[in-house]
């Protein structure tokens, strides 16, 4: 199959001014991203989260390895036709209204008329800002302007949607705007890549997760096994007496009240996980 992101021992290094050898930023990083998926790589700053993203994206020139976009290698134009960005620190400019921001990046993807006007009300009405539309993005807050980015990340109508920390700096109202906005681009079938420090969103919003650290992939995988404990097993018992709790998962079966709803391993937290594997990885 295709996936919609296909990194491969990607590694990106940089020769800082007054460093003798290069500095590596991505160490032979891979993963991969299926259609409709949203997938979130967590790491600390510096770990190469934004590095890994700019080279899937052409914006830094890879050193080794290899990316691709729903088969097509990136560093080809048209492979990123159908991709949607929002930087970290977006840049607007501050005299446009919502509406007219819009407008300018609609006419870039070469939308014009009705088309460029309907596409502008959807994305308006999309992102909650309908009746910011007609203010400058000088007066709007941190969070009404990662939602506009977001609104002009998605203009092309794009299949996959590539987010860099967006929520950095938003308030907990704003952060759980854009976290539904986030489900609502999965529930329409489109792939978001995700990349944030703030585990506890990634958790509410993420089918796969990756842990960067220092430059290198240190876990990969479903959401629901990273966070399940392999050491640990756990039962839950409907009605049950404190005598059967006692006689363990054996016994369960022949009592007549007791009703075994689920068995499996407890899960632990993003938070927790994360830590676990990057504390062995760290510099004393």
Do not use: W
Not at 209 to 225: A, C, Q, S
Not at 272 to 283: C, H, K, M
């Amino acid at each position: 199959m295709d996936y919609a992101v296909e990194i491969r021992d990607l590694v990106k290094e940089f020769r800082p001014a007054g460093r003798k050898q290069p500095l590596r930023a991505v160490d032979r990083v891979s993963l991969t991203i299926a259609p409709g998926e949203v997938y979130g790589l967590i790491g600390p700053n510096g770990s190469g989260k934004s590095t890994t993203m700019k080279a899937l994206l052409g914006l830094v020139q890879p050193d080794a390895g290899s990316c691709r976009i729903f088969g097509n290698d990136s560093l080809v134009v048209d492979s990123r036709q159908e991709v949607g960005f929002l930087p970290e620190n977006p840049y607007f400019y501050k005299h446009l209204s919502g509406a007219e921001t819009l407008r300018f990046y609609g006419k870039l993807c070469g939308l014009r008329g009705a088309v460029l006007d309907g596409r502008v009300k959807e994305l308006l009405a999309l992102v909650g800002l309908e009746g910011a539309g007609d203010r400058r993005l000088g007066g709007y807050s941190k969070g009404m302007l990662q939602r506009i980015g977001l609104a002009q990340a998605l203009v092309q109508e794009p299949r996959l949607v590539i987010l860099d920390e967006p929520t950095a700096g938003v308030d907990p109202i704003g952060s759980r705007q854009i976290r539904d906005l986030i489900l609502d681009l999965k529930s329409r079938g489109i792939t978001v890549f995700l990349c944030s420090h703030l585990l506890e969103q990634v958790q509410e919003v993420c089918d796969r997760v990756g842990i960067i650290f220092r430059g290198r992939m240190v876990k990969d995988g479903p959401l629901d096994e990273l966070l399940a404990l392999s050491d640990q097993s756990e039962l839950v018992l409907r009605d049950a007496s404190p005598e059967l709790l006692e006689k363990i998962r054996a016994l369960v079966a022949a009592d007549g009240r007791a009703e075994l709803l689920r068995s499996g391993r407890p899960r632990t937290t993003l938070e927790s996980l994360f830590l676990r594997e990057t504390a062995d990885r760290a510099e004393p």
